[in-house]
């Protein structure tokens, strides 16, 4: 089975090597290299490159994949049997998902149809669902629309971030995967068309999508951290600027009515009230300053128990 592999994220990084490991990867197609530091002079090469370069394998990295005839040309001369896409991130284009002998498959990060679009992992845990999955379809035009060939349960702790959850989601649809392949090697992939009216849908996440106000539930605020930990994160807009949370967890304290109230400063932390149950800000981070406990920023700005942040 000659496959050419599409992705971009730490999330593609397992199932492409299990792919390797398994059936014969003739080709990595990624994003163009992005450019960091002072005067965006040097390139940093996603997880996906830099795998492919130790291995010796063709990297393909387009800047757009329709009406691309060059793009298209050297597909077709790859003559795969297969085209994986895993977290890459763009719409494939009719004549590219036909091109294959088998056409095209899918890794998607959720129960489909739940959770279709560009963020399941972070929406599976902004929600506080308890668990999510992996399906692998075959593409087709609209998104995450394609007929079903496998799917599998992942169970979600009530700590996992988004990192761990990634990690574990990974794992598991490396293995999906490579059942799914070995069915369609031996032409013995059943697939299932998908329920639409039972769709939901996911976006692209930007920075002030992690707004959060003790107007929320602890539940909600929590959520939103563990959903968004790392990239963009989670920050409180208060008159003292946006203040972000590095690190937070639930409280078991009764709150108060007031909403924002200090009502315990416990193990460094700051025990805040919220519109239901209690949050413990144990990490924040003011605008241009360093991240601090939260007992040290509330020293900073003056704040102490009973007072409320607003």
């Known amino acids: 089975m000659k496959i050419i592999f599409f992705g971009n994220s730490e999330f593609s990084v397992l199932p492409l090597q299990k792919m390797m490991k398994s059936f014969e990867v003739i080709a990595i197609v990624t994003a163009p290299d992005s450019v960091v530091g002072r005067g965006q002079q040097k390139s940093r090469l996603n997880p996906i490159k830099e795998l492919a370069l130790q291995h010796n394998i063709p990297i393909l990295q387009p800047a757009k994949l329709k009406n691309n005839t060059e793009f298209h040309q050297a597909l077709k001369d790859f003559?795969?049997?297969?085209h994986i896409i895993v977290s890459y991130g763009k719409m494939i284009p009719?004549?590219?998902?036909?091109?294959?002998?088998?056409?095209t498959i899918n890794l998607h990060?959720?129960?489909?149809?739940k959770l279709r679009g560009a963020a399941p992992i972070q929406y599976a845990l902004w929600q506080g669902l308890t668990q999510t999955g992996n399906t692998v379809q075959f593409i087709s035009e609209g998104m995450d629309e394609g007929d079903v060939i496998d799917q599998s349960i992942v169970l979600i702790d009530p700590h996992d971030d988004y990192l761990a959850l990634?990690?574990?989601l990974a794992l598991n649809g490396a293995d999906l995967l490579e059942q799914s392949v070995?069915?369609?090697q031996s032409n013995n992939a059943k697939t299932s068309p998908q329920n639409h009216d039972e769709a939901t849908y996911t976006q692209l996440i930007s920075k002030d999508d992690g707004a959060v106000y003790?107007?929320?539930?602890?539940?909600e605020i929590y959520n939103a951290f563990r959903a968004l930990k790392g990239k963009p994160g989670i920050f409180l807009p208060l008159t003292l600027g946006d203040i972000k949370i590095i690190d937070c967890t639930l409280s078991l304290l009764e709150h108060s009515k007031i909403e924002g109230e200090i009502l315990a400063i416990v193990n460094d932390a700051l025990v805040i009230s919220c519109y239901e149950g209690c949050i413990c800000l144990k990490t924040v981070q003011a605008p241009n300053k360093k991240a601090l406990c939260g007992k040290d920023f509330a020293n900073?700005?003056?704040?102490?128990?009973g007072s409320i942040l607003k």
Do not use: H, W
């Open 182 to 184: 070995l069915k369609i």
């Open 79 to 82: 003559n795969a049997d297969l």
């Open 94 to 103: 009719k004549d590219l998902i036909e091109l294959p002998k088998y056409n």
């Open 166 to 168: 990634e990690q574990k």
């Open 214 to 219: 003790f107007s929320m539930s602890a539940d």
């Open 300 to 305: 900073g700005t003056r704040l102490k128990v």
């Open 109 to 113: 990060s959720s129960i489909l149809p």
